[in-house]
């Protein structure tokens, strides 16, 4: 087949918005980061990110979370440790982010290390969250098979044990990721993307440039 007649082929796009030259970073990449998320701030989700596991026997896996915290320790996102995810950090705490901000021509990659929140900080989280999103981290056993029928009666056992306040599930929790290196990426024409990354020393932040 030709690249004429192969519609994933032939689709392309050229990346002609900005630039990113290393005049251009903030002294640390938390600061760049947020400098970026608020230009983002107009787009869907734009604290939606990809987040890639791996198994303990090598299998890699990705779904998209909710960033829900950033400082200089690192990440935040909230989920079940029973999940796919969960159990994968539980043999293999190294993981990969990305944000994908396609309409700015932009994405972010973070490559670190995971490890779980305190009970306090995720009960202070998920006292926070909807009523139905607490009744729903209790109605699913996340990442196993089931029925739409199976979730409906367990949302619903769930709602009749808490008529009142929901506890926060012993399986239900998060995770702090603590950032190794982080990429920014603009696309650029004639993909000549810049790419320039953060890289973690024992005295701070070094920058370096990768070819696209």
């Known amino acids: 087949m030709s690249s ?5 082929a032939a689709r392309r796009a ?35 990110m990809v987040v890639a596991t791996v198994s303990a026997d090598g299998r890699p896996s990705v779904r998209t979370v909710l960033l829900k915290g950033l400082d200089h ?5 909230f ?6 995810k969960g159990s994968d950090l539980a043999a293999n705490p ?6 994908p901000w396609h309409p700015l021509e932009r994405q972010v990659r973070v490559e670190g290390v995971a490890e779980p929140l305190s009970r306090a900080e995720v009960a202070a989280y998920f006292a926070g969250r909807p009523r139905g999103a607490q009744l729903g981290a209790w109605a699913s056993r996340q990442s196993r098979p089931t029925t739409r029928e ?3 009666a367990a949302f619903a056992a769930a709602e009749a044990a808490h008529p009142g306040e929901v506890p926060v599930p012993e399986d239900w929790g998060g995770y702090l990721v603590r950032p190794r290196r ?8 004639n993909r000549m ?19 696209p």
């Open 94 to 99: 190294h993981c990969a982010l990305l944000f």
């Open 4 to 8: 004429s007649d192969n519609p994933w």
């Open 73 to 77: 320790e690192g990440a935040r996102f």
């Open 150 to 152: 199976e979730l409906a």
């Open 14 to 48: 050229e990346y002609s918005l900005a630039g990113l030259d290393e005049a251009d970073l903030e002294p640390d990449p938390v600061a760049m980061f947020r400098r970026w998320y608020d230009e983002a701030a107009d787009l869907p989700e734009p604290n939606a």
């Open 182 to 189: 982080w990429e920014f990426w603009q696309g650029r024409r």
């Open 193 to 211: 993307h810049d790419r320039l990354c953060y890289v973690a020393e024992a005295d701070g932040w070094r920058v370096e440039r990768l070819a």
């Open 79 to 84: 989920t079940n440790h029973g999940s796919r």
